[in-house]
């Protein structure tokens, strides 16, 4: 097969691009990638002479790597930029970055960019699929698979599960991605955080309920996704402080009751314990935040698959 | 020898009812001479003069742009005054009120003396008027000289780009301005609600992940000026209102006595901040686009009096300004070549009557500005004519401003500015294929 799939989009930008039968292929399909990982040689060479370009603009090593991981198990070449490298000049545009990559015939872009729609500008401009791997708050698509498939693997299926996010919603690609994913996938999604770190027309635009509060967003709920706090945003006046927080929004013992018997606890990581969590809950059995990891390879892997260029068989070299 | 223009059966809007279905304008030495209906009491048409056929077209005193920015002195990259007053000339202005944000901002009479100056030498192109700053520098603390400005030709003082956050220095520039009879203006804005803002604060910010702007940021600082507007009982024009509460104070400070003037700009007539969706720079301006609802009250505002004056906020960015990041794009759009159709668009779609259009586009904004009274004889012929029934499609790339950031590219319109008149002169006039 050449070309992109029937029907996918050219980039990912964000999960509202896939329907519920494409989000489920992509689950599948990780289902099927994550067994490769747990063989003794964790290669597959879908991809083999395919470069797969990873720029990430902001620092983020746990999501480049995992990127990085995915596409060196499906043999494909990688190339990593990052805007501190030498290859990355200060004062550079985007534009400029763009043909750059372009001149090294890549055959997909990963991107990670601290600026909102940074990976939208690039896909406008770029013939090659573009995955978004995190756009400043806009857009996290693949930690919104990973925990999708975090969930259907710990309950069986994401339909009719409440779900719970917590923490700074305004300023959280992850918790946008989350939303637009659990949502399509038919979860019921209670948001929660200070009001500081929520922002207008949540419920309009995502379906989704808010709370101000953390206890009624748990009530009940299968699973919680406690976000991540940037601690540097209290200078911001979007918080008095971190020992507050914990107290107030924090997920201890206690709190982690009012959730739904075999419940499960996510968080993209890296853990600020004793902040967003207390180390017995970070611990727990059913956290699952070490799944995540290892889904996020599987899931980055599908997405690889399915939207690169897979080689015709028998070609020695891929033609363009 | 004299020299003399004709125009010809164009429908005459804004003057005497008598000449909306019909009328010849006599231009005489760069003055209006005679304007009657067709038919009855026509003026001679003298020996030698140029004649110009207007039948279809309808006349109009001449366009003016209130808030425009010209990016001259400093950043001629994105538009100079050839350019800018080219632009203006073709969208169908005779006149642009140009703002003095640019760099080094124009705050003294010399600076004033010196753009007018040059300007007269712009070949073509629409008359500038040109405003200074209100305070040094823009820097919001000292006034700046206004008897001089105005002697120097300055037409109104504002530091558009920002707002006056002291208010004793705003309440002292009202008055100050008032006994210059110059128009102070001001950007409504209070910086410490909108800072790191990139778009209107609502569902569709929340959903691209972008910092908001609140209304009330425009809101609050609205209502501060108009109430030293009523306070000091002297003129102030409020710059590109944006919001239906924004909207609302001004016409109940109106209703107060207030001597409050506001205008609004077309894309806030036109586009909501569904148009940031898909990160388009070209959707990025300030203050910027608001809600549907937002969007219908300006209209009514529009209609009902509310607002004096259209006006473009013609803000041109060159390509390295708007070609990057959403995040990092330059704030504004061109609007020049734009208005009018858009104008007229409106017309249509909202049954406003002409002559409210010649208001808001000419004799407001002249009134406001102190200038002339058009159409009257004696009175400098600026004269905008319009073709109501062209159908086409506008292409920034054939236009004349240097800038091409319009989030209007490609848009299909019926009727368009056809031919311009400045001061008798035809400084326009679209090549017919
Ligand atoms: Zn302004």
């Known amino acids: 097969m050449k070309g992109p799939m029937q029907g ?45 370009v990873l720029f ?10 995992s990127f990085e991981t995915a596409a060196k198990r499906l043999s494909a070449d990688t190339l990593a930029l990052s805007s501190s490298g030498s290859s990355m000049s200060k004062g550079e545009t985007l534009l400029d970055t763009a043909r750059n990559i372009l001149a090294m015939r890549p055959d997909a872009l990963v991107i990670r960019h601290g600026a909102a729609g940074a990976p939208v500008f690039l896909g406008e401009r770029l013939p090659i699929p573009v995955l978004n791997a995190g756009d400043g708050p806009h857009a996290h698509p693949t930690q ?10 710990a309950k069986g299926s994401v339909r009719g599960l409440k779900v719970a996010i917590v923490g700074d919603i305004a300023h959280s690609r992850v918790a946008r991605s989350d939303m637009v994913g659990l949502v399509r996938m038919g979860a019921e999604v209670r948001v929660a955080g200070p009001p500081s770190m929520l922002c207008p027309g949540l419920e309009e635009e995502y379906g989704v309920t808010v709370h101000t509060r953390v206890e009624p967003a748990l009530e009940g709920a299968d699973a919680v996704v406690m976000l991540r706090i940037q601690l540097e945003r209290q200078r911001g006046s979007l918080f008095p402080g971190a020992r507050e927080y914990a107290r107030v929004y924090g997920l201890d013992e206690r709190r982690a009751a009012l959730m ?16 967003e ?13 070490l799944d995540q990891v290892t889904n996020g390879v599987a899931v980055r892997m599908a997405l690889l698959c399915l939207m690169v260029d897979p080689p015709e068989p028998g070609a020695s070299a891929p033609s363009r | 020898m004299a020299r003399h223009l004709s125009l010809k059966g ?37 020996e030698g003069a140029e004649v110009v056929d207007c039948t279809g077209l309808l006349a109009f005193p001449g366009f003016i742009d209130m808030h425009v920015h010209l990016r001259t002195p400093g950043q001629e990259h994105k538009e100079d005054l050839d350019s800018g007053l080219a632009a203006a000339a073709a969208g169908g202005f005779t006149s642009v009120l140009a703002m003095p944000n640019t760099s080094p901002p124009v705050d003294t009479a010399a600076q004033v003396g010196d753009l007018l100056a040059r300007s007269l030498r712009v070949r073509g192109g629409a008359r500038l008027l040109q405003s200074a700053c209100l305070t040094r520098d823009r820097g919001g603390e000292s006034l700046c000289e206004y008897f001089e400005l105005k002697e120097a030709g300055a037409s109104a003082v504002t530091d558009d780009g920002g707002w006056v956050a002291d208010g004793a220095v705003m309440r002292r520039a009202i008055d100050y301005a008032a ?58 024009h409020v710059c590109h209102v944006s919001t239906a509460e924004g909207a609302d104070l001004i016409r109940r400070f109106k209703a107060l006595g207030a001597r409050v003037s506001c205008e609004t700009a077309p894309h806030y007539l036109f586009l909501t901040h569904e148009r940031v969706l898909g990160f388009d720079s070209h959707a990025k301006m300030n203050p910027p686009l608001r809600t549907e609802r937002d969007r219908e009250a300006m209209r009514a505002a529009l209609l009902d009096g509310t607002v004096d004056a259209i006006a473009t906020d013609h803000a041109p960015h060159s390509s390295l300004e708007k070609e990057v990041e959403f ?71 054939e236009g004349f401003s240097k800038s091409r950031n319009t989030p209007f590219e490609g848009w299909e319109f019926t009727g368009r500015a056809v031919m311009t008149v400045v001061g008798g002169e035809i400084r326009y006039r679209l090549a017919r294929g």
């Open chain 2, 327 to 397: 995040t990092d794009a330059a704030f504004g759009i061109t609007g020049l070549e734009t208005a009018v159709p858009l104008a007229l668009r409106l017309v249509r779609e909202t049954g406003m009557p002409l002559r409210l259009l010649a208001s808001l586009m000419s004799l407001n904004p002249s009134r406001l500005l102190g200038l002339p009274e058009p159409l009257k004889p004696g009175s400098p012929a600026d004269l905008t004519l319009v073709d109501p029934d062209l159908e086409w499609t506008y292409r920034a790339g």
């Open chain 1, 144 to 153: 919104g698979l990973l925990d999708l498939m975090t969930l259907r693997d």
């Open chain 1, 277 to 289: 969590m207390t180390p017995e809950i970070y611990g727990a059995p059913n956290s699952l935040i």
């Open chain 2, 10 to 46: 164009a429908r005459i809007q804004g003057g005497p009812p008598e000449l909306e279905r019909g009328g010849d304008i006599l231009i005489t030495d760069g003055l209006i001479a005679a304007a009657a209906p067709c038919g009855g009491g026509a003026p001679e048409c003298p």
């Open chain 2, 179 to 236: 006994v210059c009879g110059l128009l102070p203006l001001t950007h409504p804005e209070d910086p410490t609600l909108s800072r790191g803002g990139l778009m209107h604060e609502g569902r569709i910010s929340t959903r691209l992940g972008l910092r908001g702007i609140p209304p009330q940021a425009e809101e609050s600082a609205i209502y501060r000026d108009c109430a030293l507007s009523l306070l000091t009982g002297n003129p102030l």
């Open chain 1, 56 to 65: 990430f603009h902001e620092n983020s090593t746990r999501t480049r790597l």
């Open chain 1, 260 to 275: 739904a018997p075999g419940s499960v606890i996510l968080h993209p990581g890296p853990v600020n314990q004793g902040v």
């Open chain 1, 8 to 52: 996918w989009p050219k980039d990912l930008i964000d999960l509202d691009q896939l329907t519920e039968q494409q989000i489920t292929q992509v689950l599948d399909t990780a289902l099927a990638f994550r067994e490769v990982s747990e063989r003794e040689i964790k290669k597959v060479p879908v991809l083999r002479g395919k470069l797969v």
